[in-house]
Every structure is written in structure tokens, then in C-alpha cells.
């Protein structure tokens, strides 16, 4: 009588964790179904549907968030959370947010700031370069068959 009692309490919980709310999966229905349609997922994540809404694709049998044309479509090592929606800076490099529209497609992708910083120096070095080279030429011109004292 005990064991068939253990064995039924075993079996019914087994079955209330087995069965989550519409949108929720895993483990004590603590993952959230993303980009699965509105008839969610199944306890492995998988849409039972097997569509992935807009802004969303297949990634073996789960549906990921596509940035920019693609699943890794963000730029300078960012993550894509959300469709066309990155965020930056988990590669350790120098980048920000940015949101606007790249590629004809509006959303946040990342730029680098230390590669716009070092391309800015060095155009503002060849400026300077060319002005004190013009600056001297003209002056050798100007001078040109005077004595110096």
C-alpha cells in the first residue's frame, strides 16, 4: 500500500512539472518562449507550431532573435537580444549603442569608438603635416635670394 502511494505521488508530480503555461518551458517553467508563435513552445523550447514569428529565426529547433540580415549580425562582437536590437561591449572592446537605421533597416547596432577615435588622429595628423609642410614651402619661397642675418 505505501509503495503504491510513494509511486503515486511520484507520477503526479512528475506530471504537474511536465505541463507549463502557454510561453513558458523548462525546468519549473522558468524559460520564457522566444520568438515562438502564439501557440508557444513545447518543454524543450521547441515552437510546437514549428513557426518563428517575424524578426526571428530557426536556430536548430529553437527560434533566435535576427539582427541585420542574420543571426550574428551585429557588429564589433555585440549580441543579439531582440530583432535588430544588439547589445554591446561583452567582447571587451570599446563600443557603444548606437540607434539609427544601417543598412536600410532601423534598430541599435554597435559601433566602435576606439576605431573611429584612432582613424579621426590620424586624419587630423595628416592635416597638420600638410599645413606645416605648405607653411614651410611658401615661407622658403617667400625668402628665396634674401640674406639671412
Known sequence: MKLAVIALLGFS???FAATCDTGLWGENCSNVCVGCDAKGCDSNGKCTSGNCLEGYQQNGDLCK????????????????????YCIC???GAQ?????GTYEGVEGTQCVSLRK????GAFIALAV???SIGI???IEVQRNKGKKQK
Open 89 to 91: 561591449g561583452k567582447s
Open 116 to 119: 573611429d577615435g584612432i582613424k
Open 65 to 84: 532573435p535576427s539582427c541585420f540580415g542574420g543571426l550574428g549580425g551585429c557588429a564589433e562582437g555585440g549580441e543579439c537580444v531582440a530583432p535588430n
Open 135 to 137: 607653411c614651410g614651402f
Open 128 to 130: 597638420m603635416v600638410v
Open 95 to 99: 563600443v557603444v549603442g548606437v540607434a
Open 13 to 15: 508530480a512528475t506530471a
